[in-house]
């Protein structure tokens, strides 16, 4: 079991500190797969980086509890970090396949790699295995001897899941993972990740901004805005019942298929992380806000079991 | 793979042909190469004729006759009365296969005017000094750039980047000739020029000493001159590979920085790298004629110098066609290692 | 989208840029130095350069005035003492038919070193027959040698003083008569100006008799209207702001028109390869097809191309000039690296919409290439001038250091080449190698900083964080 709790992630830039991810927590139960949503920019890639410990070069601070089964991993150094959780006990897939993988190293040795370095499987053993795990995702063995640029965009995110997966991390997280495929393609990523989730017992964390997708394959739901969760529950109480107006209007905005109804569009632009608003940072946009709301950071509110909403507006309740 | 090789391969050969043909008819401009071939099948044919019996008896309008009538039937079977265009074809096939004739002025250490055996007895010492300095400036420029990449913006990143941009323009026989001054002058440090003293030592370990002695200040003055751009060349296409996306997949991985460094920043680059190597090659090899003159290094660059001064055109025009043939097998090699490192390329030619 | 656009962002790329600004500052300063040369230098220099006889009033191979601040020593400059600085005292004798003149001229004396060289020119104007000249100098310490007693041979009689043999036995004999050794070499301007002690003829020991010097020239002629004037050089070790060469010429003239030379022949060539180069690049992806294939392959065959050995072969069957050079070079670099990058950039830039928009309208395929494509290749086309120009520079220098290249025209390469073969290196004439080789390096420089300010708007990726 995961539980994050307030993490923060700033970078240095030219124009300032961006608060990229600001005292974000979630808890990601065994075999439970969250979706985390929001638009871009609003801090759900830099979650990943923060619960993976890839900080960049100017990253100004970096703080918060990441509990793994009860260990707290923000203790370990570096080393230790890299040595026992990287990879084995939480993996990630990144945004955009077309670029995660080394142009020059044949993709099957790529996908052992994990396996002879941190489990010192001998190479003709790792490759063994690999072959088994394409044939999990749907590839053909020979395709261990291929070089990235000899697959297409669904192959190559296929060769990235079962990079991910080679290891038998406990989390997996995926970032985007089919924003760059035709639609086709991430009918097929997205069957795969529901046979995975059924057959390993995987926890998942699902981050992208296309809610269709998150419906599909998430037990639970996080809302991301301008480096914050802003609600945080069960699919069906969210997508159903969304207490943030910001939810609302997100859901509003997705088009319907046979319905007669125009999308909703939030008005505005999200705002930039360097300088955040002490108080609520969607009041910019709300159409329900209240002038003291833009004073002080609401508080993360639970509105019914394992319903979290961070509002103002429900601050009367108990 | 292979049919990259083999195109790459028919390429540069009519490259080569190219190149030659280029420099002949350049040569025979001014019929630089006809009398050049006219004064050596005459003094053949009169050498051979003074060897024969009663040669000197005969009176000296007999010997004039004699030496015009081989002359013009030597000069027909050659076919070197035939129009220019023709002649220069004729003269491609000689030097394509190398057979390069007899030198003016200029001879071996052996005693023979045989140009592939003036030009085979310097080959070896410039591709001594050039070889040594080229693995030497490649090593030493991509451990600094490496180190650049590093730290980027930090003092030694910046004090280098900037020697490496006044270093970049000037070329290293430039700095031979500050150095010498300095250097073998002014401190008395380095010999002047030349490969081993006068008289050189006679064991072959002092010999092979003495030489390494002569060949410090002309590799450092090579080392020196071209480091630095190469070093920022590095810089760059590593910081450039570092900042791509399978590099941050190869940390989530768990991989160790070391390991990072090299199968994953490192090794993507080299093809780049490699094409950066290849053009500044062909510069060096260039720049190694003047190079070699100005510190008197006999190899092949200095026997351009000394064939241009005294006029020794033969020398000049085999000396030309020797160096199309190391620039087109420089390119080739390159090529090899190119596709070996590039497996888009092996794939996509293949 | 449009030419001034892209001057606009060039002009900006170089003036926020510390490196930019440095370089463009170096190049002012080159640019004034060639115009200080065109006002300054307004006689015919290439010709000049070549006359030796314009600069034999110089010393040879000295190092510059200023060289003197770094050692102690306060050496002597060149001293020319002109017609008019002497006292002519002239009459004639009926009884003998003799003219006599006589020519005085007092010299102040005072430096740590000897002089470099002696000359005497005597002007004689005389009807018929040729007077009789001799030369005496008096030292401080009262001795006189008498350096030259001879019939002149012609109306300009330049004496060596220091070189000529008759002349050096004046002085042997001198030297003998003051009981000093005379089996080595004696060089007239050191032992003259010595102490007198053993050591006057020692090159190395030999100290200088500070003082007054008295030149004396007494002429017989033989008509009353013959008459005689008189210069006299003492050759210093040290002359003007740069020195001089092995032909006694005037660095400083040779350096301060280098400058405009290196630009107008770097310039020149840089540009036109630069711009012929990229239209083809462009022309290559633009038109695409046929013209794409056949330019890629002859590009590809002009680099292999060995540069340096044909310039050389051309040279030396022909004679070449610096301009007919300049010719040169652009033939054989009509195709090259510009030619590759100019046609990646044209191929990205053909996407774009504004293209299509203008196909649309009705453009044709020329005018797009040359109204849109162009201009956006600028900062290629200038990025590759400014890194052309010291290389085309440095060609020149690396031909004269050969013995090719244009014999005539002084160019900071020629200079370089010519301390080289006159053995500069060897001799510790560091002046000589030093200044032109500054100059060219500080130009190069600049060049290489315009250049990278310009590499970020080129290579936008090369940014540090």
Partial sequence: MLELSSIKLYYRTQRGIVQAVDDVSFTLQDGETLGLVGESGCGKSSTALAMMRLLPRNVERYEGKILLNGTNLMDLDEEAFRRQIRWQRMAVVFQGAMNSLNPVLKVGFQVAEPLIIHKNVEKKDALQQVKDLFYLVGLPPEFTERYPHELSGGMKQRVILSMALILNPDILILDEPTSALDVSIQAQIMNLLKRLKKERDISMLFITHDI????????????????QIVELGPIENVLLNPQHPYTQKLIASVPLLREERIPD????????????????RFFPRCSQGQREFEERDPPFLEVETGHFVKCWRYRDQP | MKKYLAKRVVYLSLTLVLSIYIAIIIANAGGMIDDILSAQIKYDITTNLARSPGWAQLPEEEKLRLIEERFTSAIHAKGLDKPFLERTFIYLWDALT?????????????????????????????????????????????????????SPGSLFDRVTTFFAIVTQTIPPWFFGIIFILLFAYQLRLVPFGGMVSVPPPSDPFNYALDILFHMALPLFTWIFSIFGSWAYITRNLTMQSSEEDFVTVARAKGLSENLIMRRYVLRP?????????????????????????????????????????????????????????????TIFILDLVYGFLDPRIRVEMG | MSLSREIQDLSQALLTSRSGKTGLIILAIVLGISLFAAIYVPFDVVAKWNEPTFWQKNPRTVAPEWGTFFINKNLPPTLDVAPDDFNKNEYFVTASSLKYVTLEALITYNYDDFPSELAAIVYATYAEQRPLVTITLERPDGLKAVLYRDILRSPVNYLYLSSDRDIRDNVKSFLLTLGVDTTRTIYPELSLFAVKNDDMVDTRKASVLKGFYRIRIDVIAAAEADTADAEFLLYGQV??????????????????????VALAFGLSAAIVTSIIQSLL????????????????RVTETYMILPFLPFIIMISIVFRVDIWFLVVIIVALSLFGGVTKTARSVTFQIMNEQYIEAAESYGASRRRILFLYIMPRLLPYIVANIVLAVPA??????????????????????????????GGAAVHGFWWWILLPAVLIMVTASAFAFIGYALDKVVNPRLRER
């Fill in chain 2, 98 to 150: 190398l057979n390069l004739g007899r030198s003016l002025f200029i001879t071996s250490a052996s005693g023979t005017k045989q140009i592939s055996v003036i030009i085979l007895e310097r080959l070896p010492r410039t591709v001594l000094l050039f070889t040594t300095g080229t693995i030497a400036y490649s090593i030493v420029g991509l451990v600094i750039g490496l180190r650049m990449a590093r």
């Fill in chain 3, 239 to 260: 002359y003007g702001l740069a020195g001089t060469d092995s032909n006694r010429r005037d660095l400083f003239i040779g350096l301060v028109w280098g400058a405009p």
């Fill in chain 3, 281 to 296: 690049g462009a022309i290559s992806a633009w038109y695409g097809g046929l013209v794409d294939e056949v330019i890629q």
């Fill in chain 1, 212 to 227: 269709a997708l998150v419906s599909d394959l998430c037990e639970t739901i996080g809302v991301m805005y301008a480096g």
């Fill in chain 3, 392 to 421: 085309y520079v440095f060609l020149e220098a690396a031909l004269s250091v050969l013995g090719l290249g244009d014999p005539m025209v002084p160019t900071w390469g020629k200079m370089i080449s010519d301390a080289y073969v």
């Fill in chain 1, 265 to 280: 569009f939030i008005p505005g632009a999200p705002p930039d992380l360097v300088n955040p608003i002490r108080g609520c």
């Fill in chain 2, 269 to 329: 680059s080299l093809p780049p790298i490699v094409t950066s190597v290849s053009l500044s090659l062909i510069a060096s090899w260039q720049g190694a004629i003047i190079t070699e003159t100005v510190f008197g290094w006999p190899g092949l660059g200095r026997l351009y110098y000394q064939a241009i001064s005294i006029l020794d055109a033969p020398v000049i025009i085999g000396l030309t066609v020797v160096y199309a043939y190391l620039l087109v097998i």
